[in-house]
């Protein structure tokens, strides 16, 4: 079936480094692909996402990179700040179906000052 | 994004007892999605809600374990059923906001079985 791998599982890095988070994916009908950040105890909140029409995108600290031909979608945190700390989910949408969103195992991202 | 309102947020329950859990979102949604996280693990997709239907189960969850009402376009409930230590997790709905695959969640129901 369709899966999502996300690597690394634990990433540790110093405050104002750059953090850089990987995600595979199997589905090639996936056209959808959103970064959710969780803190400890609260829900995921979607931080960035981004369509299969695009290649990158980029909000302030955060950017998502898309290679549909390699299937691999990248988080890229700049100037990383304690509050960065938690764990971070890639997604794939299933298919064209919509609705359906396949995630990753997660990222533990610690952010040390 | 919508606003979703989901209860209870924690509860704790007995072996072979039922729980239901509430989902109420501010605006008129299509679907919406339970999913549940179990400790320190990721999010797994257990049905769609789709108004005036059956839900729509993923492989390995089931109606009679895990029923689901879906009475109005912006209203769901799950039932956690004959409910086991193995069913402490983390539940969560979800929701499409907006025309392009935007999904905001709920707050969450933290059950335990004891």
């Known amino acids: 079936g369709e899966n999502v791998e996300q690597h690394p599982s634990t990433l540790s890095v110093q405050e104002g480094d750059s953090a850089v988070i990987k995600c595979t994916y199997s589905d090639s009908a996936s056209n959808y692909f959103p970064w959710y950040k969780q803190e400890l105890g609260k829900r995921p909140q979607l931080i960035i996402d981004i369509r299969s029409n695009v290649g990158e995108k980029k909000d302030q600290r955060i950017a998502v990179t898309l290679n549909k031909t390699a299937k691999h979608f990248s988080l890229h945190i700049t100037e990383t700040q304690p509050e960065d700390s938690a764990v971070y989910f890639c997604?794939?949408?299933?298919?064209?179906?919509?609705?359906?969103?396949?995630f990753g195992k997660g990222t533990k991202l610690s952010v040390k000052p | 994004s919508a606003v979703i309102s989901q209860k209870p947020s924690r509860d704790i329950c007995q072996r072979g007892t039922s729980l239901t859990i509430q989902c109420q979102v501010d605006?008129?949604?299509?679907?919406m999605f339970w999913y549940r996280q179990q400790p320190g693990q990721s999010l797994t997709l257990i049905a769609t809600?789709?108004?005036?239907?059956?839900?729509?189960?993923e492989s390995g969850f089931v109606i009679d374990k895990f029923p689901i009402s879906r009475p109005n376009l912006t209203f769901s409930t799950l039932t956690v059923s004959n409910m086991s230590p193995e069913d402490s997790s983390i539940y969560l709905c979800?929701?499409?906001?907006?025309?392009?695959?935007?999904?905001?969640f709920g707050s969450g129901t933290r059950l335990t079985v004891v």
């Open positions: 997604a794939a949408s299933r298919g064209g179906s919509q609705g359906n969103l396949i």
């Open positions: 809600a789709n108004q005036g239907s059956e839900a729509t189960y």
């Open positions: 605006s008129q949604v299509t679907m």
């Open positions: 979800s929701v499409e906001w907006g025309a392009w695959y935007g999904y905001t």
